[in-house]
């Protein structure tokens, strides 16, 4: 069974940073696109950013561009999300996934983790 874990959520203040780790077991991590989303209280779950599995190209959603770093680690089959200058408008639940195809649509992924709490406090 695929599994993907994510860790590192909790509440900062406006301007702080947290960094995300997502854990993956039962998949071929280095062939597999990453990407992070997230959904806010009340609203769809958006594209956040994504790297390619080949050449890590790294994709970002124009809201947290320059602000956001996601990196992975084919050696530990982790994927992070640091995230920098955080806004309240960041608040959300993160969702790790993992896919063979696409980088940006949430259809493109076929695993997902449980989500973990992100709340930016202002």
């Known amino acids: 069974q695929v599994q993907l874990v994510e860790s590192g959520g909790g509440l900062v203040q406006a301007g702080g940073s947290l960094r995300l780790s997502c854990t993956t077991s039962?998949?071929?991590?280095?062939?597999?696109?990453m990407a992070w989303f997230r959904r806010a209280p009340g609203k769809e779950r958006d594209f956040v950013a994504s790297?390619?599995?080949?050449?890590?190209?790294?994709y970002y959603g124009d809201s947290v561009k320059g602000r956001f770093t996601i990196s992975r680690d084919n050696a530990k089959n982790t994927v992070y999300l640091q995230m920098n200058s955080l806004k309240p408008e960041d608040t959300a639940v993160y969702y790790c996934a993992a896919g063979r195809y696409g980088t940006l649509y949430e259809r493109d992924f076929a695993y997902w983790g449980q989500g973990t709490q992100v709340t930016v406090s202002s």
């Open positions: 790297i390619n599995w080949a050449f890590a190209n790294t």
């Open positions: 039962g998949l071929t991590f280095s062939s597999n696109n």
